[in-house]
């Protein structure tokens, strides 16, 4: 059985730092490229960073570019988030991601391209 669990959400006051973390089970970590994306209330699930296998690449939606650096330990079968210079924009249900086999950059930034989905962890920026 394949699980992407989530955790390190939780509450932060703006201009803060999170670090998200995704452990991944029942998989070949390393075969698989993976993605973060968030969802808030009333709003469709958006992009917000990727990486490919071995770290070959990573992609960032505009809006964290800068700010929120992914990176994964293949080891540890584990994919992070780190998120500074939080915003209240930034709240929203984090959700962990992992697409099998080989990606195009465009195959990253689309949710449907995903094969495992995690159960997401909830982030929350106050002003």
């Known amino acids: 059985q394949v699980q992407l669990v989530e955790s390190g959400g939780g509450l932060v006051q703006a201009g803060g730092s999170l670090r998200l973390s995704c452990a991944a089970s029942?998989?070949?970590?390393?075969?698989?490229?993976m993605g973060w994306f968030r969802q808030a209330p009333g709003k469709e699930r958006e992009f917000v960073a990727a990486i490919r296998r071995s770290a070959a690449g990573t992609y960032y939606a505009d809006s964290v570019k800068g700010r929120f650096t992914i990176s994964r330990d293949d080891a540890k079968n584990t994919v992070l988030l780190q998120m500074n210079s939080l915003k209240p924009e930034d709240t929203a249900v984090y959700y962990c991601?992992?697409?099998?086999?080989?990606?195009?950059?465009?195959?990253?930034?689309?949710?449907?391209?995903?094969?495992?989905w995690g159960q997401g962890t909830q982030v929350t920026v106050s002003s």
């Open positions: 991601a992992a697409k099998h086999g080989g990606a195009y950059a465009f195959d990253l930034v689309y949710k449907g391209r995903y094969d495992y």
């Open positions: 029942g998989l070949t970590f390393s075969n698989y490229a």
